[in-house]
RNA sequence: GGGGAAUUAGCUCAUCUGGUAGAGCGUUUGGUUCGCAAUCAAAAGGUAACGGGUUCGAGUCCCGUAUUCUCCA
């Protein structure tokens, strides 16, 4: 039997042996694809040679690609693990032409592949063609159909629809019909009562698409109709683990050699064995499925976070806690205990999970406990609801009460209808899924983007000139306006920029675009699929126009100060905290930077000063810049350059040397490291588990902010008389207040009591009620200090009327014993009603009120108001 | 991109409609104990995230900013 190894490997010799170069897997993670979290796809890495904005490398490629989906048919999130087939994580094998091999080598190397090769028996093999769309006035893909009738018969052969059988990238763009291989792997006997060809496609779990040769022809316009393409693709995708069970003859993908041992891990960390118990069973699936997808993100570079990509990942890793804690009893984290099992099964293909072990083991780890908190914070509030509904006398809470708990508090439904059974109790189902349903139409209503039809004046690539010069003459290739919710602009494409596109954590570019009769503004530029966006807010009047194209060299030069000292606090940390540091992202603006590493404790005041120092020896060596372009990236690494996991390289990349530090970088840069004037770090910090954030400001930026200190401390000094020893000086002072301060109680507290003694003495006796009366001039705080003191020294039929003043305002302060207050008096009427004579209002509790206003002159008439009640 | 929520002692969190800022754990000191663990007692510890506003009075109400959590896309 093929092990899932030597599978994998079979496919990319196989497709070598037909011309193809083999590359390796893109990062799982996509940056700089505004519709795209993840890549979804084997031909996602190429997306960029379909759209046509770069050309082609290699007219044939293959290679085994690491898929994250969490929506669509076979990889919605909440049915993962439900069944034996759906899946977050998965590996795509797949092989592409660019312009260069169409249908014909296609499915015949398919066929090849799948019955010479790993003879597979073809009397379970099926193909599906594209029956065509009178929508698109696009006939049947009799091409594909006659070719494959050389190697199927007829009833093998199957018509599909458009949604099955016609691919498209997204709403606009290249597309073109498909064909799908699919196979039946069920018994012979149940093949024999009904014949494969009806089950194709339709959901049965042993009748299954094991590879989709999609033939790019055409172009998506925005306005619905299609043009050919001059240059027709090829792009193949098949499912690794599908393949696997296939040829191992096994009925699902989680009884191959790629899964088995996690499961069998899973088995042992919680005490259960696959295969026994339904339940069991589910949850086994979801960790094991779940695992893969949370280590292969945090080695591509992806942690959870709280937004974005990071909150997918997130959510992920917590529906396989969740799992754990209902289904297999784990009440603590425990899902980082799979690590070395994964490591064990997929740690030869893909190294980086070796690597980065300890860390994702970490990160996990600190996720598992937060979510676990999350839990019972969910469990406090649901209990508070509990009882409440009790009281109220009902079983059922409000699916508003349910709505948001999972809404707000992340809580998720399925545990509270848990607890809730527990109790007896249940949650209104359609009440959450009406709260549900507006929240979904709010998400939709904000998200609406409108992007118009790119408006082509010129063909040609644009060309990034930007390392060398910041001003030179354009011309705009292309323009499209974005509409968004309160917003409105334009997106350029000039045939060559100085602009630096928004990558690799460094801003993008502003400046103007300046033609004979107008200027224009650039705002900022951004990288869309390798291609450089300059964002304007109005177009100009005429576009075909030249223009002249400027940076703002100012900010610019302040970014490559930051960017370089970047770099330089890379290699100073490495160097004294060692070379486990590793940049987990960073942040380069003109203002300030943002550097992520991994390390796995607080980096000490004199590890940071080290850093510092290290960093800034090298600006004043004036080290120059050595840079390289287009260099291999195999030279590259044997050069020593620092690359990032997780980050897509190019085959021919940049190297950024300053002396020792060697980094692969597309960022821009000073030309020599004295232009930096010195480094400051302004802080550390933690981001998550196993990962600290420094920032810090160069350049000019650097020395404002050290002015700003020196004023400060210069500031300081005068304020204790220019003393010697500033610190000296403060401390005495802050013991000197303290001391004070305790002093004033004390005297305060003092004079607390002689009042309340001599209050007590003086006090009134009216109607069998013992009337206190303060008047004069007390701080609020006093008044009340003597009210509660007076209240505890006198248990019973005590009235305390206390008609201050304070800083020109009139206050009333009562305090009733609490034998008056049972009897019915109650403090907060009775000073509510006498504040109005003070043109004022007041409130507390019946046994203690206060009152203030504006007119001192009614204090008088207020006491009397108070004392005429008694 | 949008919605909801949170931010109070070192930590986890109370403070019902605006009216005395509190508890548990932890810390320090002292007692019991040969010592540790344990336990009893006392004390210290607060810019209620930040900035405005409303009010006689704001942790509490309103607006803005920051950070964090959470859900939807």
Redesign the pocket.
Known sequence: MLTAKEIRKSFTDFFASKGHTIVPSAPMVVKNDPTLMFTNAGMNQFKDIFLGNVPRKYPRVADSQKCLRVSGKHNDLEEVGLDTYHHTMFEMLGNWSFGDYFKKEAISWAWEYLVDVLKLDPKRLYATVFEGSEEDKLGRDDEAAEIWAQFLPKNHIINGNKHDNFWEMGDTGPCGPCSEIHIDLRDDDERAKIPGEALVNKDNPQVIEIWNNVFMQFNRKADGSLESLPAKHVDTGMGFERLCMALQGKKSNYDTDVFQPILKGIGEICGCEYGKKRETDIAMRVIADHIRTISFSITDGQLP????AG?VI??IL?RAVRYGYTFLGQRSAFLYKLLPVLIETMGDAYPELIAQKSLVEKVIKEEEE??L??L??GI?LLDKVMAETKANGKTEISGKDGF?L?????F?LDLTELILRENGMTVNQEEFNQE?QK??E??????SVETGDWVQLQEGESEFVGYDILSCDVEILRYRKIK???SEFYQIVLNRTPFYAEMGGQVGDTGILKSDDETIEVIDTKKENNLSVHIVKKLPANPSASFVAEVNTARRQQIACNHTATHLLDYALRQVLGTHVEQKGSFVAPEALRFDFSHFQKVSDEELRKVEQLANAMVRENIALEEHRNVPIEEARAMGAIALFGEKYGDAVRVIKYGPSMELCGGTHVKSTGEIGFIRILSEAS?SAGVRRIEAVSGAKAEEFVDMQQDMLRDLKSLFNNVPNLVQAIKKSLDEN?AMKKQVEQFVQEKVVILRDKLISNAIDRNGVKLIILKGDFEA?IV?SVA?QIRNAVPSSLVFIGATQNMG?P?ITMALSDDLVAGGMNA?QLVREA?KEI???????PF???????DVDGLERAMNVLMNKF
Request: aromatic share 10%.
């Open positions: 976070s709280n937004a974005k909150y997130r959510r917590r937060a979510f908190r999350t019972e914070t406090r948001t999972y809404d707000t508090f992340g998720p549900m929240q979904k709010r998400a939709r209503n904000a998200a968004q919710k309160n981001v303290s705080d009340k509660f305002k206050a907060t504040a043109k004022g209002g007041g409130g507390g509790q203690f009120a206060q009152a203030g206003g504006k």
